[in-house]
């Protein structure tokens, strides 16, 4: 079977009322990878099923197209279950676009420690080129942006690998760490 009939019918399985149909469809979908799945994967995460929105956000991430950014943000920053805000804030930090740097800042405002962490990670993925965002949020009138820029700052701007901070002899720098996390 061609991979255009294959990608056909798992998007016909994912669109219909089979669930184990859309849980298989969805996993595959994954494993090919394809951006001419982009527009189903992206209704998928408004899916009513918490597995399936997590492994679309998932699928978008390792397609790696900016025409997930919205969606995934919107997901990110609105969807009820945490597991699929960690999966999209994975998934955004794997695309790499910046324009998604706002939404990933906005998602440090969170008191879930595993969306919280794969935020900041994502950032720190995208490295020096989030700065700039990062810089604008320091500025910001509101308190919490301000917070949640500051932590992003030192999360990018400190040793990342949690070993080396633990091997530090500056106690009283490793002991902040350890409050902003």
Do not use: C
Not at 64 to 75: S, Y
Not at 128 to 141: F, K, Q, Y
């Amino acid at each position: 079977m061609s991979n255009k009939l294959l990608i056909e019918r798992l998007l016909s399985d994912l669109r219909g009322d089979d669930e184990d149909k859309q849980r298989q469809a969805i996993y595959r979908l994954l494993e090919l990878a394809d951006p001419m799945t982009i527009p189903a994967l992206l209704e998928a995460l408004r899916d009513g099923q918490e597995e399936i929105r997590s492994v679309a956000a998932e699928a978008l991430g390792v397609i790696g197209e900016n025409d997930a950014l919205h969606g995934l943000e919107f997901a990110l920053l609105n969807d009820e279950s945490d597991d699929v805000r960690v999966a999209a804030a994975k998934a955004l930090g794997t695309i790499g676009d910046v324009t998604s740097v706002p939404a990933l800042l906005q998602a440090l405002k969170t008191p879930n420690t595993d969306v919280w962490h794969s935020a900041a990670e994502s950032l720190w993925l995208m490295n020096e080129d989030v700065m700039p965002h990062v810089i604008v949020a320091l500025t910001s009138r509101d308190h919490d942006t301000r917070r949640v820029a500051l932590q992003a700052a030192l999360w990018l701007t400190a040793e990342y690998d949690d070993d080396e901070v633990n091997d530090r002899d500056d106690y009283e720098w490793r002991d902040a760490w350890g409050w902003w996390n």
